[in-house]
């Protein structure tokens, strides 16, 4: 089992629709959680963190946590075409950050 | 945002060369940077923490005296890809936290290399 395992995709959404990205992790200790996007050939870019149960908001993204469930997602409301992108999945310990291996979602015109 | 910045973003070497990458913070000092290496299409991988001041602690199967970390000071870390063959051609990718240990990190813009 990954330490930090995301939805496969390729998901593909129509523009103003809602994206829901996914994920798990198996370390119940874990302490941070975030959210990044990257575009092709680029570095990551932070999106969201998430320290502690439950929905956190940030303009068109939201962020949710459930720790029993070992479950993070992330939820992006009118979907924009400059939101395709791949979007990485985070979970650190002790300053170590596990990353899943990304869902790439495209947002059609 | 804090800026991290990393130097160069692309390079072609020749197989048996050395190339390094640097990796500066630029508005806030890191004691720990990590280093990542990203092949298409798949995600990241943590290939070392680097330490200001003491020597880089490497994730299992990386060979340190292939990828020489150095963190002499708060705000560099390098990484030198010693003897590079072709299939060390990847994207390397460094970061820091700015704030704590488990808070966001910050990466550097990545540096493409390509051994030929």
């Known amino acids: 089992q990954k330490e930090v395992e995301q939805n496969s995709g390729p998901l593909s959404v129509p523009e103003g629709a809602i994206a829901s990205l996914n994920c798990t992790y198996s370390?119940?200790?874990?302490?941070?959680f975030f959210w990044y996007r990257q575009y092709s050939g680029k570095s990551p870019e932070l999106i969201m963190s998430?320290?502690?149960?439950g929905d956190k908001e940030d303009g068109r993204f939201t962020a949710q946590l459930n720790k029993a469930s070992q479950y993070v997602s992330l939820l992006i409301r009118d979907s924009q075409p400059s939101d395709s992108a791949t979007y990485l999945c985070?979970?650190?310990?002790?300053?170590?950050?596990?990353f899943g291996d990304g869902t790439t979602l495209t947002v059609k015109p | 945002g804090a800026v991290v910045s990393q130097h160069p973003s692309r390079v072609i070497c020749k197989s048996g060369t050395s190339v390094k990458i640097e990796c500066r913070s630029l508005?806030?000092?890191?004691?720990?940077m990590f280093w990542y290496r990203q092949f298409p299409k798949q995600s990241l991988m943590l290939m070392a923490t680097?330490?200001?001041?003491?020597?880089?602690?490497?994730e299992q199967g990386v060979e340190k005296d292939k990828f020489l970390i150095n963190h002499a000071s708060l705000t560099l870390s390098t990484l030198t890809v010693t003897s590079a063959h072709p299939e060390d051609s990847s994207f390397y990718i460094c970061?820091?936290?700015?704030?704590?240990?488990?808070?966001?990190?910050?990466f550097g813009q990545g540096t493409r290399l390509t051994v030929v």
């Open positions: 970061s820091a936290p700015r704030d704590g240990f488990n808070t966001e990190a910050f």
């Open positions: 370390d119940r200790v874990s302490q941070s």
């Open positions: 998430i320290y502690s149960n």
């Open positions: 985070a979970v650190t310990n002790a300053g170590k950050s596990t």
């Open positions: 508005d806030f000092q890191a004691t720990t």
């Open positions: 680097s330490n200001e001041g003491s020597k880089a602690t490497y």
